[in-house]
Structure formats: C-alpha cells, structure tokens
C-alpha cells in the first residue's frame, strides 16, 4: 500500500459515500479536531485509532484503547494489518483504506439503458396498468355498464403497480444508488400486458384449433412471465449480474411450476388447471372441425360399456369381500 492513502466511507451496500486523501503515515482516526480523519460519529472516541507502518512494511491500524473499539469481520481488534479491501467499523462508521496503487477493474460496459428511464416510462407503465384492470374487469362483466364497477378495479390496479414498483424504487437506491421508479413502473406494466395478451391469445388459439393444453397449463406461463418481471427488476437493480439473477429467476420459476402441479394433483385428481376452457368465443372463430352427433354419442356408448364393466367389477368384489 503506497501513498497517497484514500480513506473511504462505505454505506450499507459497500457503495463509497465519501473519499479523503491522507498523504502519508500515521494516520489518526477520532473525532477530534486534531486527528487526520475525523469521524462525525458519536460512538468514535476523541483520539480513536491510529493507521500507521508495521515491521513489515505492511499498513497496521492500532486501537488506542476505547470503549467500543475497532471491529472487523464482527470481531473486536486491538491492531489489525489493512489491505485495500479490509473493512472495518468505527462507532458506526464503516471506513476502507486504500493506497494510490491499488488495481481496478476494467471499465464495465454500460447496459443501463438510460433511455428507458424518468416519467416517460412510469407513465406508460401506469397506462398498461390501468389498461390491464379496465379489460380483465370488462371481459369478467356479466351485468349491466356501472362505472363504479370499472372505476375500482381501475384504482386498486394502479395503487397496486405504484406500490409494487415503489418497492422495487426503494431496493435500487439502496442497492444501486438511483430510484429508477419510471423504469420499474414500466416493467410492472408490461408484465400484466403479457400476461393478459397469453390469456386472451391462448383462449382464442386453444378454442380456434382445439389445443385445450394452451388453458389447461396457462398458469405456468403466468408463473414464466412473473419470473421474467422480476428479473428485469434485479437486472434494473444491478445491470451486471443478468446470469446470476437469470438462474435464481430459472429457479423460482421452477419450483413455482412444480407446487402448482402438485397442488392440482391433490385438490382435483389431475395436473391440469381447469378442465374446460373458461373463454367462449364466436363460433365463427372455429377452425377445427366439429365432431358430429353421431360420433359423440358412439364415445358415450363406448364409456358407458366401460364404466358398467368396471361397476360390476367392483360390485362383485365387494360380495366376495362380505363372504
């Protein structure tokens, strides 16, 4: 560790909220006005620690016998040698000390896409959101037009997506410095938007072509789409770490995919989310061909002849049983 020293105060995230430069040892940490780092911190004694050469040439920092000490790693530490990625507490203030040749990484690429950022993309967030409530409640509405009816949905909706994306607001400047609410608001609403544009095109689809499978299993494709949101929320969060949050999301989904079979299968004796296709559509939106009269009533013929033959199976079995 060579000079200048840089005396670094880290937040709780370990990002750097302020940097001073010391030109050479010792270097003397308190709250004094006498020292050479001083410490707004009422916790840190007058003359707390001082940061001075060691026999080896290396950086030793020294407590000078206080109350509460120097901590690192948890741990309570009379002298401590310092490299440029030791981190130590003082009262509550968390420092780091670097030299002037300390390495740094490469210059990291920029994928934060800026332009998808401030109002412009909260508000057309919200319009997504909004657009989501006022369509799910029309497509459910069976009575005659109440505007209240539309109106609720429309408010719970959109305090929903504000709460939603306020949350993930405050994780970014906690974690990454900026809110980024407009962005997250955006991804709130093109999250719904997919997943109303999968509800609407998989019942079409499934009743177009009879492909029953597409809202038979649409709730893992919900479940796929949710995951993908919040991906894209950790990767707003941290723009450089898309494989990781990748695999967690993979995961999450994952498992979700797996409770829901397992969850179908004990309430309703199947995998399947519904037996029937919830979504009526026109008849002239049918592509298939429809199955004749004639044929319908050979397929109730032919599972009537099975279930009376596995009733009389069972009936004999139980006489056997009271014999």
């Known amino acids: 560790m060579n000079a200048p020293y840089f005396i670094e105060t880290l937040a709780r995230n370990g990002d750097v909220l302020h940097r001073h430069q010391v030109d050479a040892l010792p270097i003397r940490f308190g709250r004094g006005y006498d020292n050479d780092f001083i410490l707004d911190d009422a916790f840190a004694a007058p003359r707390h620690a001082v940061l001075e050469a060691g026999e080896d040439g290396q950086a030793v920092l020294r407590d000078l016998g206080t109350k509460n000490g120097v901590i690192h790693l948890g741990k309570r530490k009379s002298s401590l040698a310092l490299t440029g990625d030791t981190v130590i507490r003082i009262g509550h203030t968390t420092l780091r000390v670097r030299g002037a040749d300390f390495p740094v990484g490469p210059e990291m690429v920029d994928r934060t896409m800026h332009g998808w950022e401030g109002g412009i993309p909260g508000v057309v967030g919200m319009l997504l959101t909004g657009a989501f409530a006022l369509i799910t409640t029309w497509l459910g509405d069976t009575q ?20 939603w994306g306020g949350a993930w607001a405050f994780a970014n400047r906690l974690f990454g410095r900026h809110a980024r609410l407009g962005r997250h608001l955006f991804i709130f609403g093109c999250g719904l938007t997919a997943v109303l544009a999968y509800k609407l095109g998989a019942s079409a689809a499934a009743y177009a072509f009879s492909l029953e499978a597409l809202t038979a299993y649409s709730a893992h494709v919900a ?101």
């Not at 005659?144 to 709460?163: E, T």
């Not at 990781?244 to 989310?273: E, H, K, P, T, W």
């Open 223 to 323: 479940i796929a789409i949710v995951a993908g949101v919040i991906f894209f929320h950790l990767g707003t969060v941290k723009p450089h770490q898309t494989r990781r949050f990748g695999l967690a999301c993979l995961i999450i989904a994952m498992i979700g995919s797996g409770l829901v079979l397992i969850s179908n299968q004990l309430r309703y004796g199947r995998v399947a989310d519904e037996l029937f296709m919830s979504v009526l559509m026109p008849p002239s939106t049918r592509v298939s061909l429809d199955h004749s009269v004639d044929g319908f009533m050979t397929d109730v013929a032919a599972m009537k002849a099975r279930l009376d033959a596995e009733r009389g199976t069972r009936i004999k079995g139980d006489g056997g049983d009271d014999d």
């Open 144 to 163: 005659a037009f109440q505007l209240i009816r539309y109106l609720l949905p429309l408010a719970f909706g959109i305090g929903a997506g504000l709460v």
